[in-house]
């Protein structure tokens, strides 16, 4: 099941990625999520301006590729007053507890494996969009 059986009628998804291989690839994955939208921002400043104007359902930070810390990048979005509920999900190459546990304690609310995995991104974002919806 993919993400967009959960979220109709929602703000888009946010994708932060630094690298325009992997901004290409989620953008391709994420044209079966119809209904949701897709924006897109190469930066974390982009991304951070993004999120304290537009009302999004989801928030997707590529770990590796951002250009700061994931864990303050979380903790920045956190502290953003639209963002206080809205899922964050991290993608990262570090598999470390310790990473792991970083990207959760700054308010991430999962974290998945890179390289890309669409299944377990896809089973993921599902889960937490209908964690939102329903809860």
């Keep these: 099941m993919h993400p967009s059986s959960n979220g109709a009628g929602r ?3 946010l994708y932060v990625s630094g690298s325009a291989e992997n901004r290409v690839l989620f953008s391709r994955m994420a044209r079966r999520w119809k209904p949701l939208r897709l924006l897109v921002a190469d930066s974390t400043q982009a991304g951070l301006r993004l999120s304290e104007v537009r009302h999004l359902c989801l928030v997707v930070l590529d770990a590796a590729r951002l250009d700061g810390d994931v864990a303050d990048v979380v903790t920045r979005l956190r502290t953003t007053g639209r963002m206080a509920t809205v899922p964050i999900l991290v ?7 310790r990473a792991r546990a970083r990207s959760m304690w700054a308010g991430a609310n999962a974290v998945v494996p ?8 896809e089973r993921t974002m599902h889960h937490l969009l209908a ?4 809860g």
């Design 11 to 13: 703000g888009p998804i």
């Design 91 to 97: 993608l990262s190459d570090d598999t470390s507890p």
């Design 114 to 121: 890179m390289p890309f995995n669409v299944v377990a991104i």
């Design 131 to 134: 964690s939102v919806t329903i």
